[in-house]
Structures are given as structure tokens and as C-alpha cells.
């Protein structure tokens, strides 16, 4: 059997693999600080609680065991990742490193991206530190041994969020008929995966001695265009969508984080080849389509009682947003 320790384990991509790998047979354990209670684990799952950023505590967490794999999810900087090679060489077979599809080359100098185009963000922070992060793991995979597997997400979401750049905001400022602002003309492609689409591909690769010093990108083949993902919102919530274009950079001016992820990493078109983790995991194969995972998550939302009214620093950001604009 299989034993895999998930750091995270109850987020919006890590919850699911928690799931499917649970359902195979795997013995399961997820260790985090026990502070996010939107997903619920499932019974057979062994949960341990400390803060991964906290060698005492996971010392003490984790003190004499070993697992076959280890599953990083809360890990953003290479000095997480530093911490990490230290912690676990010795402790685990396979250390799967969970860093971002957004570290690529961007803008991309040729779609679709593949695991071999450079690592070159020059526009958000996050991302370069997902860069140096692989680049040190893999550092220490040749020079110590040291089992990592690099795993790049893209926009891959579950039924508890809305994937588009305002998440709920979004959703509801449509249902009051207030303008949603769309990065540049809204035809650039966005790459959008499901998250229980996203576990086989996962799940497929924890244990594999033959996935250790890999990287794989593990996304859907569904890219619409951002006016085609908004439009796709409007028509689940039964409304007629309101859409202004404004720049990138428009945008940046008004809230520099934010503007940050949209010039590193929604503002050019991101199609990706999933050649290579289905040659390693012949099942995946995503079949959750915008339509339906849309559906998921507007009913999850309503459900849980949100309305008309989105986050409030995010209202007050898209307001001067159209204000500008």
C-alpha cells in the first residue's frame, strides 16, 4: 500500500487528490493547521495538525515516520523549499512539488507550452518564486538524490470557486447588472481544469519512482476565451453579462497585486500540451467541461447563502476599475 503524507490536503486542488487517492487505496495522511473547514476530509484519512512552516512543530508532527510520497501544496518560496529538502531527504520516497503553470515563459513565445518552454516571468513575483523553487529542488535532486517530482497547475478550481480573476465578486456583480471588467479585448484563451479532473493526472504519478526528477504541467485540453468564460457565467446565472475590456495594465495601476496576475497570468493566451503526463498516466483524460463545472459552482455558492454582493475590496478595486476605465 501506498502511504502519501499531503501537506494542505483540504484545498481547492488538494482535496481531491485527498479523495481519489484515498478511493485506490492508498493510506492517507494530511497534515495542516486544521484552520480551513470549507472541505471536509473523508473518514479513513489520518490528519495530523501543524504549521509546515514550522520545523519544531512538524518535527514533533512527524517525528520517526516515513512515507512513499510526499505531496507539498503550501510551499511559495525556495526558502520553503530549502526547508523542505532539509526536513524530508530520508523521510520519503518521492517529494511531489507543487508549483504553478504561470512560472512559464510569458508571454508565451509559442503555444501550445510545453514542459521544456522557459521558465521566464517577468510580471509576478509568486511565480518567479515558484521558478527558483523548482530550480533549487531539482538542484538538490542532482547533486543529493534528492526525489522530487514538479507538478505545474493552471487554473484549476473546484465547486467553491468561481474561475474567473474576480472569483464570486464576479458572479455578483452580474446579478446586480454592474460592469465586470475583462482583461484586454477578451479574446485571449484560458486554460481551465477541474480538480477532480486534475487528481488522476495527479494521484497517477504519487509512488512512481520513474516520475522523480519530472515535471509535468496538468490541465485540461478546454481553453475558452475570456469573453466565451464570462459569457459562460452570465448565461449559468440566467443574466445578461456586462463586460468592459480594460487593459492589463489598466488594471495594474488601479491594485498592483492584482494587476500583477493579470499581466503574469491572465492577459495572454495559455494553451497547454498534455502530451507527456499522458504518456506517464494513460487515464487522465478531463472530461469536466466549463459548462458543468460553472454549474457546480454557482449552485455550491447559492447554496451557502452569496448574493448580489462580492467581497468588498474587491467591488471597491473592479468600481475604480470601471471608473477609470
Not at 74 to 79: A, D, I, V, Y
Not at 140 to 165: I, K, L, Q
Not at 187 to 211: K, M, S
Amino acid at each position: 500500500m501506498t502511504s502519501v503524507l499531503f501537506i494542505g490536503g483540504n484545498g481547492q486542488i488538494s482535496a481531491s487528490c485527498v479523495d481519489l487517492a484515498l478511493s485506490r487505496g492508498m493510506a492517507v495522511t494530511v497534515l495542516n493547521r486544521g484552520t480551513t473547514h470549507t472541505r471536509t476530509l473523508p473518514d479513513g484519512v489520518e490528519v495530523l495538525h501543524a504549521d509546515a512552516h514550522d520545523a519544531a512543530a512538524l518535527g514533533e508532527a512527524l517525528a520517526g515516520r516515513e512515507f512513499d510520497a510526499v505531496a507539498q501544496f503550501r510551499s511559495f518560496t525556495p526558502e520553503h523549499a530549502a526547508a523542505d529538502v532539509e526536513f524530508f531527504t530520508g523521510r520519503t520516497g518521492q517529494f511531489v512539488y507543487i508549483s504553478s503553470a504561470s512560472a512559464y515563459q510569458t508571454p508565451p513565445a509559442v503555444l501550445p507550452v510545453t514542459e521544456e518552454t522557459p521558465l521566464e516571468n517577468p510580471y509576478w513575483q509568486y511565480s518567479r518564486d515558484k521558478a527558483e523553487s523548482e530550480e533549487l529542488l531539482l538542484a538538490a535532486h542532482a547533486d543529493r538524490g534528492f526525489p522530487v517530482t514538479v507538478v505545474r497547475p493552471s487554473a484549476t478550481y473546484d465547486r467553491t470557486r468561481v474561475p474567473t480573476s474576480g472569483g464570486w465578486t464576479d458572479a455578483a456583480r452580474m446579478l446586480r447588472g454592474a460592469p465586470v471588467a475583462v482583461v484586454g479585448d477578451g479574446t485571449t484563451q484560458w486554460t481551465l481544469t477541474h480538480a477532480r479532473d486534475f487528481a488522476v493526472g495527479f494521484v497517477g504519478l504519487l509512488g512512481r519512482a520513474d516520475a522523480v526528477g519530472e515535471a509535468f504541467h496538468i490541465t485540461s485540453d478546454f481553453a475558452p476565451t475570456w469573453n466565451e468564460i464570462f459569457t459562460i457565467l452570465s448565461e449559468t446565472l440566467d443574466v445578461e453579462a456586462n463586460l468592459l475590456h480594460v487593459p492589463a495594465t489598466e488594471m495594474a495601476a488601479v491594485d498592483a497585486d492584482f494587476g500583477a496576475g493579470m499581466l503574469g497570468d491572465k492577459a495572454n493566451s495559455f494553451v497547454l500540451d498534455n502530451s507527456k503526463i499522458r504518456a506517464f498516466v494513460p487515464e487522465f483524460a478531463p472530461s469536466t467541461t466549463v459548462e458543468q463545472g460553472f454549474a457546480e459552482s454557482v449552485a455550491w455558492h447559492l447554496e451557502q447563502g452569496f448574493g448580489p454582493v462580492g467581497d468588498p475590496k474587491l467591488e471597491a478595486m473592479f468600481d475604480e476599475i470601471v471608473a477609470r476605465h
